[in-house]
């Protein structure tokens, strides 16, 4: 990785500058058009000055901050509320393995790691996915760390090491656990279970689902894997990664920034998101917005972006979409080679989204291909119509649909085939169903992709 000294320093301060002053002008605007004697004045520019100014001092605000997970509690069956406490169990420099925790509640039969992706958002960004499983199962999740506030004595942080995070955690949970692994992660989970069939079968997890993940980048073009082709790796390391400013803990280390990332996500569906913010701003002005309401709850968490690692970035770029080492099985950790074909006791079930504009149709499915040695009736896919991206794991399509197949999946699965344990789910499903139906704190946002 060159150095780019002081010029990278000050490329991602100005960055964080322009966002600063953006807020600050929002929270100008919400102050002088609020002040009392402006409501003598029958105008409604005023109105719209100080919705603008919330909206706008909300919105930047919410670039640098981790958002909270805000789990509510779950009803349980003797009539009280099980409160949920999420506990690091397993820390680590550059993600920590976290545990939801219910308490007063018996050990649940399903035991469940979401790897979260680390593409700009935070873990919280599956929150109404793990909200949606925790009736159900003992949820685990990992939570990746921002780039920015870790120290350069931590040392680098590439796609060799996040696969041997993955390794350590499947380790720590034992062969019981189900893995359901979303997006940017799908095709590294499958490289740490492949390593752990090699070097330590007792290890392995019981089913992997991969949702939405880049298995085979070439099997459908996407704008994403379009952008990939068509940039080197030289101009992609000039554009795009910077070095980390004086404000954080991770100063001078090299990133690819949250907020060069957040614009690229809004690119991407420029005309949605513009219409989103029009007409929240003359919600607010007309005096019918909340605190609470649809667009804040997306935006809140959507807005919310972390920095990567420089490595992390140019290696996934470099290896996963441009080498293709996954897709080919040449994938390699300390120039040891990946065998995928070393798979043949973990269930494997892939999820793809019809209208994934992200890691399109073909791309995930490509796991089963390359897991030849997992027999048939341990493979399942599933495609979703009508579905997009961020549908298929936190959206409606998730809720009603995906999850609950998910869920028949694991149980296809479970040691010893738990009648005892199908039965108590039968009787109590309906009611869990209904729970994960309701729209959940990211609402039908589906429409906007990760």
Same mark, same amino acid.
């Given at each position: ?27 100008? &605007? ?49 009539? @009280? ?99 359901? &692994? ?17 070097? =330590? ?40 990664? @910077? ?101 043949? =006791? ?16 073909? @791309? ?46 694991? =149980? ?7 009648? @005892? ?9 309906? &009611? &869990? ?10 609402? =039908? ?6």
């Amino acid at each position: 990785m060159k150095y780019k000294g002081l010029r990278g320093i000050i490329s991602y301060d100005a960055l964080e500058a322009i966002r600063n002053t953006n807020e600050w002008m929002g929270a100008s &605007a919400r102050a002088i058009a609020s002040y009392p004697q402006f409501a003598l004045m029958p105008n409604p520019m005023f109105k719209l000055m100080s919705a603008w100014g919330r909206v706008t001092e909300r919105s930047f605000a919410r670039m640098v901050i981790k958002p909270d997970w805000k789990i509510p509690s779950i009803a349980g069956e003797d009539g @009280q509320d099980h409160i949920i406490y999420v506990e690091p169990v397993l820390e680590k420099d550059f993600g920590d393995l976290v545990h939801f925790r219910v308490a007063r509640r018996d050990p649940m039969p399903r035991k469940v790691l979401i790897i979260a992706p680390m593409s700009g958002h935070y873990a919280t960004l599956t929150r109404s996915t793990v909200a949606s499983l925790l009736p159900d199962c003992d949820v685990y999740i990992t939570d990746w760390h921002n780039a920015r506030d870790i120290p350069v004595s931590a040392g680098k942080f590439d796609i060799e090491d996040y696969t041997k995070y993955l390794v350590e955690f499947f380790r720590f949970l034992g062969p019981d656990t189900n893995v359901i &692994a979303i997006c940017q992660p799908a095709p590294l989970a499958l490289a740490a279970t492949a390593i752990l069939a090699e070097e =330590d079968p007792a290890s392995q997890p019981r089913t992997l689902t991969l949702i939405g993940g880049p298995i085979d980048p070439d099997a459908a073009a996407t704008e994403v894997t379009d952008f990939g082709n068509r940039m080197t790796m030289g101009e992609l390391e000039h554009l795009m990664i @910077q070095q980390v400013g004086f404000k954080y803990r991770g100063a001078g280390r090299m990133v690819y920034p949250g907020l060069a990332q957040l614009s690229s996500f809004i690119a991407m569906n420029a005309e949605t998101h513009t219409s989103a913010f029009i007409d929240k701003i003359f919600a607010e002005a007309r005096g019918e917005g909340s605190e609470h309401d649809r667009h804040n709850k997306f935006y809140d968490e959507y807005l919310s972006v972390m920095d990567m690692t420089a490595e992390f970035y140019l290696s996934t770029v470099e290896r996963i979409f441009k080498g293709l080492e996954i897709a080919k099985n040449e994938f390699t950790v300390d120039g040891k080679k990946v065998d995928l074909g070393k798979i043949k =006791d973990v269930a494997i079930m892939t999820v793809e989204g019809a209208n994934d504009d992200i890691s399109a149709p073909g @791309q995930c499915v490509a796991a089963l291909r390359l897991a030849t040695n997992v027999p048939a009736n341990k493979k399942v896919e599933h495609l979703e119509p009508g579905a997009g991206h961020y549908g298929i794991f936190a959206g409606k399509s998730w809720r009603l649909n995906i999850r609950p197949l998910v869920l028949d999946f694991i =149980d296809d699965n479970l040691a010893g085939n738990d009648e @005892q344990f199908r039965r108590r789910r039968r009787k109590s499903g309906s &009611a &869990a169903e209904k729970a994960a139906a309701a729209p959940a704190a990211n609402g =039908d946002a589906s429409r906007v992709t990760h």
